[in-house]
């Protein structure tokens, strides 16, 4: 072989032991977890596109959206990259990244670790995803898990699928539409409910998620609070009477989701059970404290999204002919709505001891 062949060789050997270590890295397990699969409930804080394979307008699909996500695909996140249940699912060593169960390439081991179910525009209450263009309720969600879980019990049988739901973690992150969009931006709601009914009205509709999902196995649940509301720029855009300059966080939204956040974390102690995991993790402070002192954390812009004019675009606002920021790290969100990846890697650093002090407890139980 020619010196010039021996070099192309080696270097093709090179590149593939890289590629096959790469593929073939295990995820490390933390506290020797022994988590079986991720699956997810929610909204677009949460939604991985599923919202691709359904008739609403409310996608993202298409660029801006994925520009650090691998291989810079836009995958259905409302986002640059990754969300914080992906560092999640990574963390606890079950896989990269959770996909949307609406995808129907999905392997039989992609669905046995784990899928999405959430969709981006819903909510609690089944009038917000009306307003959001026929997005996939909440109780169509746990429908679309009994589906998946009878279609599962059907590839590897009753009683591994029952073991395999036991030992999985749900993770639940849903409530801003309903407030921000549905309460507060239309007279429908409140012309019947004053906000701490509606709010307990939120509440009796997720208790009754946890209690379907406990019904169909479900032992370890996680349950994300709200984000300072009053903080996303869409919100300051339209209700802060400072739509260009200034900009302040709307503090009337952001109350009301630590009202909801207490109020959650009440009944969460309600619905404790032996050998049952509730757990609540708390987003508001860390993206609070985030938007108030940016250069903290290496950020420069806190009150527009990086995508457009950053004051109201999102979805097919935000799209392939918007003007994008040179570098999303440095803005706390994407578009006028959701956060950047980077916003989502912080706020995952912050609810990391919680998950550590789960793990350990989990460790006990299972």
């Known amino acids: 072989m020619s010196s010039r062949g021996l070099l192309l060789f080696n270097f093709v050997t090179v590149i593939t032991v890289i590629v096959t270590v790469s593929e073939s890295r295990e995820l490390i397990r933390p506290f020797n977890n022994t988590i079986s699969a991720v699956y997810v409930f929610g909204d677009s804080t949460v939604d991985s596109g599923n919202n691709n394979y359904i008739n609403t307008v409310f996608k993202a699909n298409f660029p801006p959206y994925g520009t650090n996500f691998a291989n810079h695909t836009p995958t259905g996140r409302f986002c640059d990259g990754r969300l914080v249940m992906d560092f999640m699912t990574s963390y606890v060593g079950v896989k990269e990244n959770v996909p949307p169960y609406l995808d129907p390439t999905l392997s039989l081991d992609e669905l046995m670790t784990g899928v999405c179910f959430a969709s981006s525009g819903t909510g609690l209450d089944p009038l917000t995803a009306q307003l959001f263009d026929g997005v996939i309720t909440v109780p169509k ?21 029952k073991t395999l739901i036991k030992k999985a973690a749900f993770l639940i992150s849903i409530g801003t539409n309903d407030i921000a969009v549905n309460y507060m931006s239309t007279p429908l709601r409140r012309l019947t409910y004053n906000i701490t009914v509606y709010l307990q009205v939120l509440l009796q509709q997720l208790k009754q998620l946890i209690e379907g999902l ?3 196995g479900a032992q370890i649940i996680g349950l994300v609070g709200l984000p300072p509301i009053g903080c996303v720029p869409a919100v300051i855009t339209l209700y802060s009477g400072q739509p260009i300059f200034g900009r302040p966080c709307v503090d009337t939204f952001s109350n009301i989701a630590l009202d909801y956040n207490n109020k959650l974390q009440d009944m969460l102690k309600t619905m404790q059970k032996p050998n049952s995991i509730l757990v609540y993790a708390d987003i508001y402070q860390p993206l609070n404290d985030i938007v108030h002192n940016p250069s903290k954390y290496g950020f420069e812009k806190t009150n527009v999204g990086c995508c457009g ?17 040179s570098d999303p790290s440095k803005y706390v969100f994407f578009d006028a ?19 550590d002090r789960f793990l350990k407890k989990l460790s006990q139980l299972m």
């Not at 969600?141 to 699928?161: C, D, M, V, W």
């Open 214 to 216: 406990r019904e169909e």
């Open 309 to 325: 004019t950053g004051l109201i675009e999102a979805t097919f606002l935000c799209n392939s002919g918007s003007v994008l920021c």
């Open 141 to 161: 969600q746990l429908e679309n898990f009994k589906e998946y879980k009878t279609n599962l019990e059907a590839s590897i049988g009753k009683n591994r699928t």
């Open 337 to 355: 709505i959701h956060p950047t990846e980077t916003t989502y890697r912080y706020l995952f650093e912050s609810i990391r001891p919680t998950m």
